[in-house]
């Protein structure tokens, strides 16, 4: 537990403090300072700004979201290079709009969160980093996003390995790969980009695949200066551009809400692939066995045809050890390896990498003993116990059609709503009632039942008991129309005692009926998807 608040210790007071300086973390700072709220602060872990783009600048990293989609509604950029803008496009968007809205002044570099408690006396969230500093705040956001931890493998031997290791996410381009013998683990989304890339350069490359995928052809084409100068002369075509992106993304939910039409996409992209390959053995191996859309669809114009290259194997046999020197198969087959690259993805479950992390909320909840069954909030936004204290890319508002940007935009305009109703009625915070939770986890199980979601394969929107607990199993419009405005009704405005409390004081008591009723409501929800 953490230590009390003393008059001696010396905090940084802000009205806002916001965990991660990605696109989420941005937009809430850039949304507060709009409406006139300036006293705000973004703890980073890291020393740049970024996020996931910041860290993910392995070969070929790209964006599989239209760049015109993939930005700000309110801070759009006529210029994109590409349909799908690469990695340090996107990068360079974020440091532009970082210096054009003067944001660094407010961001501390290198201060990961360790520790966030809600002081029911004052009635301020105590935050306090790994760098040393604490913060108190009224309002906390969690802007950290689900894509920000390695998911690194736990294979026998790995640590063993004499040769090189390195997750995608954490890509050492001073390694040279030219002439090397390499095995690639994982075929997501990351995999598929950065295999056909290394390929032609190494002497030899195994594919070590678990899952096949279905993936999709991609849209390569550049803008054209002609395009790029109209976008820039008449803003209003970017808009009617960024529209037509909108729409065509939202299509792609019919085939997810309605199985029998992913059947008929599934057909044609056999023969996509059977075009694409020349081995039929490999067309077989490359051909997922379950529903199009209950995995994340991937894009790529490269993955299918670098298996056609002599010195790429696909390797479906599971890996039985790692040696100091190579791999070796359950089969009992030994492959020889200078590198082993971990295209293996995040952990995205926040009961995971929040293990370690200390979230306290009213009379002693913690995150870990509420989720104990499964992440869960409200819209994916706010949760019960946890008084002003606000997610961004929460649990089920992930997308498997469209663009993450537009639902980080709703929800940001949804906290502000709540932040000022708080100061409206002269109240000290805003905690959302543990029924609404039930009843919104509810309508998220009714509504995944018949997609392609719950059609039975395992994927990373699910937790190991597969419950999905991160998708958004509507059109995007719908939580748009939805997060407009707040539901008062669903929530409890509270006074604090005025009475400075120990940080880590009090039990779990009092609304726990509330989230014993949620815990059902998940229970349910995993026979559900069995």
Request: charged share 20%; with cysteine.
């Amino acid at each position: 537990m953490s230590d009390p608040i003393t008059p001696s210790t010396t905090v940084r007071e802000v009205e806002v403090a916001i965990a991660g300086a990605g696109f989420g973390g941005l937009c809430m700072a850039l949304q507060l300072q709009k409406n006139g709220i300036h006293d705000f602060l973004i703890l980073e872990k890291a020393k740049e700004v970024g996020g996931a783009w910041r860290d993910n600048h392995y070969p070929g990293a790209a964006c599989d979201v239209q760049s015109h989609m993939y930005s700000y509604s309110f801070e759009t950029k006529s210029d994109w290079t590409k349909r799908y803008a690469p990695w340090h496009e996107i990068q360079q968007y974020i440091l532009d709009t970082v210096k054009k809205h003067n944001l660094r002044p407010h961001i501390h570099f290198n201060q990961e969160v360790v520790s966030a408690v809600f002081n029911e006396g004052t009635g301020r969230w105590v935050i306090k980093t790994a760098g040393g500093e604490t913060i108190m705040a009224r309002h906390w956001v969690l802007a950290s996003g689900p894509l920000h931890v390695p998911a690194i493998p736990d294979i026998p031997g790995l640590k063993d390995f004499q040769g090189k290791v390195m997750h995608s996410a954490q890509w050492d381009h001073g390694y040279d790969l030219k002439g090397k013998r390499v095995a690639s683990i994982g075929t997501g989304g990351s995999a598929i980009q950065y295999v056909p890339e290394i390929a032609p350069d190494v002497k030899q490359l195994h594919v070590f695949q678990r899952t096949p995928a279905w993936v999709i052809p991609r849209d390569e084409r550049s803008y054209s200066g002609l395009r790029k100068f109209l976008f820039k002369a008449l803003p209003f075509t970017r808009t009617l551009h960024r529209w037509r992106c909108y729409w065509t993304n939202e299509s792609r939910l019919w085939p997810i809400l309605n199985p029998w039409m992913a059947k008929i996409g599934e057909a044609a992209l056999k023969k996509f692939i059977s075009y694409q390959v020349k081995d039929p053995a490999l067309v077989k191996k490359l051909t997922p066995d379950y529903t199009l859309g209950c995995k994340r669809i991937l894009i790529s114009n490269k993955w299918y045809p670098a298996f056609n290259r002599p010195n790429v194997e696909l390797v479906t046999d599971e890996v039985r050890e790692i040696t100091p020197d190579g791999i070796v198969t359950k089969d009992g087959k030994a492959r020889k390896l200078d590198c082993i690259i971990l295209g293996t993805g995040f952990v995205v479950d926040p009961r995971i990498y929040m293990k370690s992390f200390e979230l306290r909320g009213l009379r002693g909840h913690t995150v870990q003993e509420d989720w104990k069954v499964s992440p869960t909030s409200y819209y994916g936004i706010t949760t019960a116990n946890y008084p002003n204290m606000y997610q961004l890319v929460g649990p089920h508002t992930g997308l498997g059609h469209n663009s993450i940007i537009f639902m980080i935009e709703a929800q940001v305009n949804y906290i502000i709503e709540c932040m000022k109703l708080v100061k409206q009625k002269g109240a000290d915070y805003i905690d959302v009632k543990p029924e609404a939770m039930t009843r919104f986890l509810g309508e998220m199980t009714q509504a995944l039942q018949g997609t392609v979601w719950s059609s039975g394969c395992k994927s990373w929107y699910q937790t190991a008991d597969g419950i999905n607990f991160a998708i958004w199993p509507k059109s995007t419009w719908r939580y748009w129309l939805e997060t407009r405005k707040v539901n008062e009704a669903d929530y409890v405005f509270g006074q604090c005692t005025g009475k400075a409390l120990g940080t880590g004081a009090g039990k779990a008591q009092g609304s726990g009926a509330g989230i014993g009723a949620l815990a059902g409501e998940q229970a349910m929800a995993r026979m559900a998807q069995r």
